[in-house]
Each structure stands twice: as structure tokens, then as C-alpha cells.
């Protein structure tokens, strides 16, 4: 099993050889803070739309760019080496909630195109910066029957998965995507669709971007909510040799360490991320989460500490304050090692 050779971020991996990167922190949460209005999320374009559009987050690439600009630009000004695209919720699947599933690839297209503008913006020759072009779960599961009278019910298939998906890589990787992200996975099957899409518009197109995998442990079981462990999670996954397997969301760092430490064990080819919430949920706080930037840093530099990560950063309830003290806590260490570099070798 040969690493890829991708065509685009090649300097990536030695990056990750020598230090730890910065992943950026919370998008969702980011945008709450400008209390936008319906108005807001319809600009002059939607206005006359049938149905309420407050929530669409992926919508306000397109009609307020400046925010989306603004929270980009927030992150790499505090040193964050890659920021993710606003596409957690980009797919015809997910955007089908607000009848707009015929906007999507223009949703991924234009949140693309902002952060590359970013990410051009703040790079420099010593520090360069990557667009991660996201790919949330959808809010549908292949594996799991949403009528708990009928365990065999399924309301979306695997063939629609794959479709919604590529439509979705073809239009982040067209807008600038220098890596490609598979995130907050919580269903092993949705993920599989994913990278099989993935991987079909890799041969198809010629490109070949690095890729990251990052699932969620949804409770104190340490598994997805699919069923599967860490450990079998990553042996689910390893055949699309990923740049990075990691974990994200759900727990918060405290409670994410004992399965970070797990794939440290398990995932010898390839390097770790982890970017957890900002603790558990709060919705008294400011940002819907508790943990200061100081708290959030500390933890995650216990990790780096203990030579568990290749790429930190945060997620919901994280802001460019947070990603700041991560930047300071982490810069020192060294990131965890991968023997011999970055490899994949073959399965015993």
C-alpha cells in the first residue's frame, strides 16, 4: 500500500512531521454571535422565499459573505494554519430541511472560493495556510432506523449519500479546497459513502487531495453512535489512507482524551487530529459552551504533551481567542510521531 501522492498542500505532511498545526475553531457558534435576523440569511436574492431560512448557516456564504470573511480571517489572524469551509451542512441532503438542495453546489462553490480568498490572504512563504473543504454527516444515517417500531427503516440510501457527496467534493475542490475533510462522523456507513465518492472523484478528475477523517464519540460508551469503537472505526476507514484520522465535537477534550489516546495506539500509519468542543454544553454561556480559551489551551497541551497529535484546533463553542492560546500552548512541542514518516503499510 503506496502513501498517495496528492496534487495539491504536498508540503503538508512534512508540516505535520515537524510541528503541529492549527485547525480553526467553531463556525456555528461564531455565527450566533452576530444575532442575524431572518433578513440576514435572505439577502435582496431570497427575500421573497417560501420558508423561513434563519439557521441555514451554509445560505450566508451567499448572501452575507462578510460574515463568513470575517470569522475566516478572525481565525488565521490568530494563527490558525488551516480553516475549514462553511459546509458542515452543504449537501442536497441536509439543504433539502429548507428546500434549497438545488443551491448546494453553489453553496460549497462560494464558501470555497471565501476561504481560499482568506487563506491567499494570510499565507506566507514560512506559513503557508489551507482551505479544508468540509463534509459534515447530513442529518440522515444509513445505518440506524428513525422509526423505533421498524428497525429495518432506513430514509436515505447509500446511492444517495454517494451522489450528494460528490456533488459536493466537485465543488469544494473547483472553489480552492487544498484538503478535503470528512467530519463529525457518526455513522460509519454515512462516512464510507463519503470517501467512496471521494475517491470516485479523485480517479475521475485527476486531483488527489489529502484527507482528513474525524469521527465523533457521542457518550461515555467511547463509540459512535453506530456502534462501532475507535478502534474498529479506524480499521472501517483505513483503506481511504487518510493524511489524518481524528476526532472532533461531542465530548469536549477532559472526556475525549482516553479514545485520542486509543488512536494514538491503533493509528500508526498516519498522523491525529482532534479538535473538541469547548466542554460540554452551557446555554447560559456566551458561546454555548464553558471552557475558556485558557482551559481549552491547557488541555490540549496535555496532549501534545504526551505526544498524541499532529493537528489540534476546536469546535463548537470555540472561538479565534481559543485558537490563539492553542497556538501558544502547543508551539513548543513537538507533534506525535509517526515511525518512519508518513506511510501506510500493508495489512498483516
Known sequence: MKAPVYTRAQALPEILNTRIAILDGAMGTMIQRFKLTEADYRGERFKDFPKDVKGN??????????????IHEGYLAAGADMI?????GATTIAQADYDMQHL?????LQSAKLARAACDKFSTPDKPRYVVGALGPTPKTASISPDVNDAGARNVTFEELRAAYYE????????GSDVLLVETIFDTLNAKAALFAIEEFFEASGERLPLIISGTVTDASGRILSGQTVTAFWHSVRH???LAIGLNCAL?????????QEL????GDTFISCYPNAG??????????DETPEVTSRLLHEFAAEGLVNIVGGCCGTTPDHIGAISKAVGPLAPRNVHGGFFYKEAA
Open 252 to 260: 469536549g477534550a477532559t472526556l475525549m482524551r482516553p479514545y485520542i
Open 280 to 289: 460540554l454544553p452551557n446555554p447560559m454561556s456566551d458561546t454555548g459552551f
Open 84 to 88: 475549514e469551509t462553511n459546509t458542515f
Open 57 to 70: 448557516n451554509e445560505l450566508l456564504s451567499m448572501t452575507r459573505p462578510d460574515v463568513i470573511r470575517d
Open 168 to 175: 459536493q467534493v466537485e465543488a469544494l475542490v473547483e472553489g
Open 240 to 242: 481511504a489512507q487518510p
Open 104 to 108: 448546494a453546489r453553489e453553496m460549497n
Open 264 to 267: 494514538n495506539k491503533v493509528a
